[in-house]
């Protein structure tokens, strides 16, 4: 039987990754075989592999995979990494992740989208997830300290608590900015403070929390 999925994925890659400067093979790979599709609705199936976000529900959106791409191929992982994931939503960037590192420990606030995750994940056999509900922007101390970090919302600033817990030589990749636009910082740890990058603009659903966006009243 042909996999319309199968070539789907091919088609995304040839035509929305390799050509915008993706490199990383492993990257390449991970895109290559998560079934994008089984994050969305039934009924945005076919739209799964299309060059923009979708809706999740809950007001929240999956990521455009371009987005996922760039993203995670600045962690710059290499299979050994305990990784910290603030914002599950449908679970698609986890299941990257998890192909990519050791361990990957992912926040949600959402209890619907992260039970939703949960189930796609555990469906797909990745059992170095830990999806846990709550304020990601305290970050995970327990689990603490991190070699990479990302954070799939927009935060007015970069929460202090996700820096302590990022390791010396650690990784870490948020969008700040306004309401609206953000740009993509990654920022890296050193043995003497922290080195910040602005990788270009982005748009992406608010971070909502103690360090970030506070929660609008009806
Ligand atoms: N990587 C996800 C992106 C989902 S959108 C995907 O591709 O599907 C961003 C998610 O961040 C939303 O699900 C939203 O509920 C969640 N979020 C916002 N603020 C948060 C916080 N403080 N802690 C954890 N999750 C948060």
Known sequence: MIDHYKIARQR??????????????????????????LFVD???YSQAYSDF????????????PFM??????????KGDE????LGTGSGYQTAILAELCHKVYSIERIS?????????????GYGNVVVK???????????????????????????EPIVNQLKV??????????????????VRKTETGIEKDDMGGCRFVKLIGENGWKIERE
């Open 42 to 44: 039934e009924a945005l």
């Open 112 to 124: 619907p989208l992260a039970n939703r995750a949960r189930k796609v994940l555990d469906k797909l």
């Open 169 to 186: 030589g650690g990784r870490l990749l948020i969008p700040v900015g306004g309401e609206f636009m953000q740009s993509l910082i990654r």
């Open 68 to 77: 996922v791409a760039v993203m995670t191929e600045a962690l710059e992982l």
């Open 53 to 64: 976000p979708l809706p999740i529900g809950e007001e929240q959106t999956i990521s455009q």
């Open 82 to 85: 305990r990784a910290l994931e």
């Open 133 to 159: 509900i709550g304020d990601g922007t305290l970050g995970w101390k327990e689990e603490a300290p991190f070699d990479a970090i990302i954070v799939t919302a927009g935060a007015p600033d970069i929460p």
């Open 12 to 37: 995304m890659i040839d035509s929305q990754l390799t050509p915008r400067g993706i490199k990383d093979k492993r990257v390449l790979d991970a895109m290559r075989k998560v079934p994008r599709h």
